[in-house]
């Protein structure tokens, strides 16, 4: 993808953005919705506040946009080991976390190509290989150690946590010894990934990765002429049949970029917990043998990746409810239905064939299921309307628009946005009216067919 491309990526993908967060934030601080709370950044200084509200509410919580989260370690457990779940949708498209945006190798690719490249990166990663870093750990920590003795107080993030696993990982990658750039772009990309917020942050976060891709770019060649014993040359010895140039590039991006703020927050965290606990802390400097256990307890009880999402590839039965393969969304959000199904009166020529979702116009609206765009255009009463058709041959009619955001040919998924809320055509105020068409045919009632769907319109 060009630079250019990739701009213009970032500023649609942020128009969604702006209004993507100003639904969370909705959520979260008018509706105190459990899981918009969770993701709104201003909210998130204490999770387990809200991982113990979302407990007590059971294993599976529906989620506004009508998937599902669960903070129960059997479900999650069963979630991450079952073949029926990918880190991406099972038919290609648009992964869950903004592959248009950054190319995060092993963390978004499903079996076959995540086995056939873990494969590959596996033997860097074995236990004799990282008992043979061990010296190049130690020599890193005891120099940055001995800075911080010389001065009477440090500030343990800036002056150890974060350096640290630049040191290590640039040294074994064989990179440039220039901490200060890689934690620019190591902490850029890193909040990336826990959301963007607005356009400024897209194009830092672009610029990081273009310029990062460059240093890879360069590195790669310099090993490819000239191999060494390290990581970075036994994985440009790969490249060829078993893996492409993009996948060798993105996979040594993701080995620099993964253990930089997971690391920093580990030793943060650990350090904090220690601090408040006098007893923990006393103990394991009586017995710094212990401070391996440390590390696995800190991992276990504050952990600096909380969270991680998946995707059905069946349809699956988990915590007693059926997880849909291409489960449907609500088409919209802070809205409330006004007219239903089969309804009669004056407004309606015949009896009402959808159901009404009246919001303020420019209301974003997306797609209930994956499909193909098949038509748009205006429809005199209907006003602005967009047809989706999906695989089963069922029609959505997405009504009264005010902005068309996709076009004829499309092929979208559930959640994509694909216009706003208008009041266009015959209509008495702003709202979606919603029509579900069975193989094209006559209209049934869009309510039953979204709780059909397991949704709670
Ligand atoms: C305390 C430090 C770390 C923590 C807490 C951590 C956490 C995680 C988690 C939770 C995942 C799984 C994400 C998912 O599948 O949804 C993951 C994957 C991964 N991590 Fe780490 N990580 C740490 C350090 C590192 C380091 C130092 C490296 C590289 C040298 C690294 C490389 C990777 C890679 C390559 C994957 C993808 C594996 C795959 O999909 O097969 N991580 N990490």
């Known amino acids: 993808m060009s630079r250019a491309t990739k701009y213009l990526t970032a500023a649609k993908f942020v128009g969604g953005v702006y209004l993507a967060r100003a639904q969370i ?38 989620t506004r946009l009508g998937n599902y989260s669960t903070t129960s370690h059997r479900l999650s457990s069963e979630v991450l080991r079952s073949r029926n779940f990918g880190v991406s949708p099972a038919d290609g498209g648009e992964d869950l976390i903004h592959q248009d945006l950054l190319d995060l190798s092993l963390l978004t690719l499903n079996p076959p190509d995540h086995t056939r490249i873990r494969r590959l990166a596996a033997p860097a990663f074995t236990p004799r290989r990282m008992t043979g870093f061990r010296p190049l750990v130690d020599q890193a920590i005891h120099r940055l150690l001995d800075r911080c003795e010389q001065d ?5 993030m ?31 990309i890193a909040q990336g990934l826990d959301g963007i917020w607005s356009l400024k942050q897209a194009k830092v976060l672009s610029q990081a990765d273009a310029e990062l891709r460059d240093t890879f770019a360069d590195l790669l060649s310099r090993r490819a002429e000239d191999p060494g014993d390290d990581l970075v040359s036994a994985l440009v010895q790969q490249q060829g049949a078993a893996l492409n140039k993009h996948e060798l590039a993105a996979l040594v991006r993701l080995l620099l970029l993964a253990g930089f703020e997971t690391t920093v927050n580990a030793i943060g965290n ?39 999402v998946r995707v059905a590839h069946a349809d699956v039965e988990l915590g007693g409810v059926t997880i849909a393969k291409n489960q449907w969304v609500l088409p919209t959000t802070g809205y409330h239905l006004t007219a239903r199904f089969g309804m009669s009166g004056g407004l309606w020529s015949s009896n009402h064939t959808g159901l009404d979702f009246a919001a303020p116009s420019g209301t974003p609206i997306v797609a209930v299921a994956d499909g193909t765009i098949t038509k748009t255009g205006y429809d005199g009463s209907y006003g602005n309307k967009t047809v989706e058709t999906l695989k089963d041959g069922t029609e959505i009619w997405y009504c009264h628009q005010s ?55």
Do not use: C
């Open 25 to 62: 934030a909705y959520w979260a601080r008018v509706r105190r919705d459990l899981f918009s709370r969770l993701i709104y950044p201003a909210d998130r200084t204490d999770p387990y506040e809200i991982y113990e509200l979302m407990r007590a509410r059971g294993p599976l919580l529906p």
């Open 152 to 156: 009477r107080e440090f500030d343990l």
């Open 158 to 188: 800036a002056a150890f946590a974060s350096p640290l696993p630049i040191a290590v990982m640039t040294r074994l990658l064989g990179l440039p010894d220039d901490p200060a750039r890689f934690r620019r772009l190591g902490s850029t």
């Open 270 to 308: 650990g350090m904090r917990w220690l601090l408040a606990d006098r007893e923990q802390w006393e103990l394991l400097v009586a017995d710094p043998s212990r401070a391996e256990a440390v590390a696995e307890e800190v991992l276990r009880f504050d952990p600096p990746v909380q969270q991680t």
């Open 403 to 457: 902005v068309f955001s996709v076009q004829p040919g499309d092929r979208i998924r559930g959640g994509h946005r694909i216009g706003s809320i208008g009041a266009t055509g015959n209509v008495t105020g702003p709202h979606l009216h919603l029509e579900v068409r069975p193989g094209g045919g006559d209209p049934v009632d869009p309510y039953n067919a979204l709780v059909h769907q397991g949704l709670k319109p």
